[in-house]
Nanobody
Framework: VQLQASGGGLVQAGGSLRLSCAASGRALSSYAMGWFRQAPGKEREFVARISWSIGRTYYADSVKGRFTISRDNAKNTVYLQMNSLKPEDTAVYYC???????????????????WGQGTLVTVSS
């Protein structure tokens, strides 16, 4: 499966952005999907995950209540709605696909099998 992330940009603190991750080559119903981010000089960190078949979601504490992960089966696309953005949310955001559908919560990036190219989100103060 090939993943294409988009929707990043520059936004002021308190603003919103919606990231998209479009898949081609295979239906996303075959995967659990995650979003990660990597800020300059920092390690890649888990943001959110959605279990495709039942739609169960899981979030990092740092984004809980502000970010929402969702999917559109018809468009084979997963989204990350980001509200109340903070400067510390500035990072390159990546979407990823995990073939393991049995694990509901997976925050380790090396457990994901396919990755998009990343989209930059910059939040100004």
């Amino acid at each position: 499966v090939q993943l294409q992330a988009s929707g990043g940009g520059l936004v002021q603190a308190g603003g919103s952005l919606r990231l998209s991750c479009a898949a081609s080559g295979r239906a996303l119903s075959s995967y659990a999907m995650g979003w990660f981010r990597q800020a300059p000089g920092k390690e890649r960190e888990f943001v959110a995950r959605i279990s495709w078949s039942i739609g169960r979601t899981y979030y990092a504490d740092s984004v809980k209540g502000r970010f929402t992960i969702s999917r559109d089966n018809a468009k084979n696309t997963v989204y990350l709605q980001m509200n109340s953005l903070k400067p510390e949310d500035t990072a390159v955001y990546y979407c990823a696909a995990d073939r393991d559908l049995q694990t509901l919560v997976e925050v380790r990036s090396d457990e994901y099998d396919y990755w998009g190219q990343g989209t930059l989100v910059t939040v100004s103060s």
